[in-house]
C-alpha cells in the first residue's frame, strides 16, 4: 500500500513537471519567479527610441561608493559599494538634476542587463489611465468598471466598483496574492495563458473602499479596460505615449501570457536600469519631458501624494508607493526589491534591482543614500 502510494505521488509529480502547458506544471519546472523570467514567456516589443535621451555622465563611482554609507538590517555602517557588492543587488544608479552621480552593477550585470520590473509596472499602467482620461478614451476614473468590461455587470458588487478604486487596491476583489503557492490568484496570472479569460470570471467578497488590501489583478483589470477604450494593445500605447517620446535607449518589451496574447499588467516590464530611471524623470517632471506632456500634470501630480481618503491606504496612490508629507518621496516597487525611488526636493532619482530583498528593508537603505545628498 505504501508503495502504491509513492508510486502515485512520483506519477502525479512527474506529471507536473512535464507538462508546462498546465500553470501548475509551470510554477513547478521554472520554480519561483525570478528577474530573468523574461526568457521564459512570450512577450510584446518596445524598441529603443530613435531619439534616445541620456543622462549626463558625471559618474564619480569611487569617491561616491566608499564615502557614502549605509547602516544595514544587522546595525552595521559601511561604505556603499561594500554594502552593495555583498546584497543581491545587480544594478544601483544615483541621478540628481539629470546627472548620473554612481551606476554600479553587480553577479554579472552590466548597463545593458535586462531586468523584470515586477510590479513597478502597475505605476506604468497608472500613467496609461492618466493618458486615456486626458485623450477622452476613458471618461473618468470614476467610471464604473461595467461600463467597459460589461461581461461583469449584475456580478457581485462590480457595478459600483469603479477604476478609482482597482488603482487605490480597495476594489474589494476575491483573489489570492500569494508568490510561493502554485494554486494561488498570482501564479494562475503569473504562469497562466488565459488572462482575458480569467479576468472575466472574478468576483468580489467586500465591498470597495472597504479598506486597501493589495491584489494585482485589479492591475490587470485596468489593462483589460485600457484595451477596449483605446482598441490597442497595452503595449502599443505605452510604446507611443511614453517609451518612444522619453527616448529609452535600449530595446525591451512587455511579456504576455501566450502568443498575440495579453500583457502581465502587473508585472513583467523588462527593461534596462537607466531607462527605468528615465520613468521616474518623467514623473519627477509632473508628467512633463522637455517642454511635453506626456501624462496630464494634474494626474501625475497626485497621483504621488498622500491620500486622506476613508478605504484607502495614505502610503499607496494610484499604484505608487507614498512617503511622507515632510519628504514627499514615492517609489514604483516590484517583488524581490525592484525600485524606481523619487525625492522631488533634491531633484534625486535612485534605480535598485536585485534578485532578491536579502535581509535588508531597500527603501530605508535608498533613503539613506538620499539624505547625504
Excluded at 535607449?249 to 537607466?274: H, L, P, V
Amino acid at each position: 500500500m505504501i508503495q502504491r502510494r509513492y508510486l502515485s505521488f512520483s506519477l502525479v509529480v512527474a506529471c507536473l513537471l512535464c507538462l508546462p502547458s498546465c500553470k501548475v506544471g509551470r510554477f513547478f519546472w521554472y520554480n519561483f519567479s525570478n528577474i530573468t523570467d523574461y526568457k521564459i514567456f512570450p512577450k510584446r516589443d518596445l524598441p529603443a527610441s530613435t531619439q534616445p535621451f541620456r543622462f549626463i555622465d558625471a559618474q564619480q563611482n569611487d569617491v561616491f561608493g566608499r564615502t557614502v554609507k549605509v547602516k544595514d538590517h544587522s546595525g552595521e555602517t559601511r561604505a556603499l559599494d561594500e554594502f552593495l557588492a555583498q546584497s543581491p543587488t545587480v544594478a544601483f544608479l544615483v541621478i540628481r538634476n539629470d546627472s548620473l552621480l554612481y551606476e554600479n552593477y553587480f553577479d554579472g550585470y552590466s548597463e545593458s542587463s535586462t531586468v523584470a520590473s515586477f510590479s513597478m509596472a502597475k505605476s506604468y499602467v497608472s500613467a496609461l489611465i492618466g493618458i486615456a482620461i486626458g485623450e477622452g478614451k476613458i471618461s473618468s476614473e470614476h467610471d464604473t468598471v461595467t461600463r467597459y468590461l460589461t461581461e461583469l455587470k449584475g456580478r457581485d458588487n462590480w457595478d459600483r466598483v469603479t477604476l478609482h478604486h482597482l488603482l487605490q487596491m480597495s476594489s474589494g476583489v476575491k483573489f489570492s496574492e500569494g508568490y510561493y503557492s502554485p494554486f494561488s490568484g498570482a501564479a494562475t496570472y503569473y504562469y497562466g495563458r488565459r488572462l482575458r479569460e480569467s479576468v472575466r470570471h472574478l468576483h468580489t467578497d467586500k465591498e470597495p473602499m472597504s479598506g486597501f488590501d493589495y491584489k494585482s489583478v485589479n492591475t490587470q483589470l485596468l489593462a483589460d479596460i485600457l484595451e477596449r477604450a483605446t482598441g490597442r494593445t497595452v503595449t502599443d500605447y505605452l510604446n507611443e505615449k511614453i517609451w518612444q517620446p522619453i527616448g529609452m535607449e535600449y530595446d525591451a518589451s512587455w511579456s504576455i501570457d501566450k502568443k498575440n496574447g495579453m500583457e502581465k499588467a502587473f508585472c513583467c516590464i523588462n527593461a534596462k536600469a537607466r531607462d527605468f530611471a528615465k520613468f521616474g524623470r518623467l514623473y519627477l517632471n509632473g508628467g512633463n519631458w522637455n517642454g511635453k506632456q506626456l501624462v496630464p500634470e494634474a494626474w501625475a501630480t497626485s497621483s504621488v501624494v498622500p491620500v486622506d481618503e476613508k478605504g484607502a491606504a495614505t502610503y499607496y496612490n494610484r499604484q505608487w508607493w507614498i512617503g511622507g508629507k515632510a519628504d514627499g518621496d514615492y517609489a514604483a516597487i516590484g517583488h524581490l526589491g525592484q525600485y524606481i525611488y523619487v525625492l522631488p526636493k533634491k531633484k534625486l532619482i535612485v534605480v535598485r534591482l536585485g534578485t532578491s530583498r536579502g535581509k535588508d528593508e531597500y527603501l530605508s537603505i535608498i533613503r539613506q543614500v538620499a539624505g547625504q545628498f
